[in-house]
DNA sequence: ATGGCTACGATCCGTAGA
């Protein structure tokens, strides 16, 4: 089975991209992330057309999450149980024999903001969801946008990074902090090929010049990782007109 | 030079993303 994370940037602008690449990769399990709309705005209708159900957690302007699932989501659970948070950054559902949590992580605009010191605040109070969840549900999985690019070989030129936001160490520390639950980036599981990325700068050409960090992951527990046989960027749709400047990751898993 | 795109919701610019 398929389990994929996407930050689709709009999802009403993105939609006539999620279709056709939803027939084209067949992903069992879909995390979308950034869908800038509220929950009536979602095309609930196009999606269930497809194949997919769906739960949302949408918010107007910014943020929103939803789960798509070729099988029913159910216990869905919206947010962080405790975390009062207005933004609407993580969903989660029971689907087969998974937890799924997708997770939009703030993206905490500069190095000593307000927004920075919200962004680390938030990554505590997920590792302690993480931490209750993987008690609760063995076969977790955590996929979506951390806005973290966790090591020097996941930024396209780390000395021009270092320091900032999204590769500062405070942030890679609270990315340490979630793998310490025991949860994998299934990523790493594989030998991969340098310089691989799954966000380009709309600017400069950045995609072009493979301008890019690793900052969209798809994070599984224990046994999950031991039935992980692949996980990869599928570079495809950022090759389009009018594109995401996120690319979707895919972890395949085999049956257990 | 701290810019450069893109999306959104407000209007014809500001906020935010990363």
């Known amino acids: 089975m398929k389990l994929a994370t996407w930050n689709v940037?709009?999802?009403k602008v993105r939609l006539p991209q999620l279709l056709p690449w939803l027939a084209e990769a067949k992903p069992d399990v879909v995390c979308l992330q950034e869908l800038k709309t509220e929950d009536a705005g979602f095309p609930r209708e196009a999606l269930e057309a497809a194949g997919y159900a769906c739960a949302v957690h949408g918010q107007r302007t910014y943020n929103g999450?939803?789960?798509?699932?070729?099988?029913?989501?159910?216990?869905?659970?919206?947010?962080?149980?405790g975390f009062d948070d207005p933004q609407k950054r993580v969903l989660a559902a029971s689907v087969l024999d998974l937890r799924v949590m997708c997770v939009y992580c703030p993206n905490g605009q500069a190095v000593g903001s307000d927004k920075y010191e919200y962004k680390l605040q938030w990554f505590a109070a997920l590792r302690g969801y993480l931490e209750s969840e993987l008690k609760a549900h063995p076969n977790l999985a955590v996929a979506g946008d951390f806005n973290v690019a966790p090591?020097?070989?996941?930024?396209?030129?780390?000395?021009?990074?270092?320091?900032?936001?999204?590769?500062?160490?405070?942030?890679r520390a609270a990315w340490r902090a979630l793998l310490a639950t025991g949860l994998k980036d299934s990523f790493r599981l594989f030998e991969q090929p340098e310089k691989i990325f799954s966000w380009w700068d709309y600017r400069m050409m950045a995609f072009r010049r493979n301008a890019g960090l690793r900052i969209d992951h798809v994070l599984l527990s224990e046994p999950l990782a031991a039935r992980c046989v692949?996980?990869?960027?599928?570079?495809?749709?950022?090759?389009?007109?009018?594109?995401?400047?996120?690319?979707?990751?895919?972890?395949?898993?085999?049956?257990?």
């Open 230 to 256: 692949a996980s990869v960027v599928d570079k495809a749709p950022r090759r389009l007109e009018r594109p995401s400047d996120h690319a979707p990751l895919i972890a395949e898993l085999r049956t257990a």
């Open 65 to 81: 999450v939803a789960l798509l699932a070729r099988s029913p989501l159910e216990d869905v659970v919206a947010g962080i149980p």
């Open 9 to 11: 940037n709009s999802i």
């Open 151 to 171: 090591e020097d070989r996941d930024v396209h030129d780390p000395k021009a990074w270092e320091g900032q936001v999204l590769a500062s160490e405070p942030e």
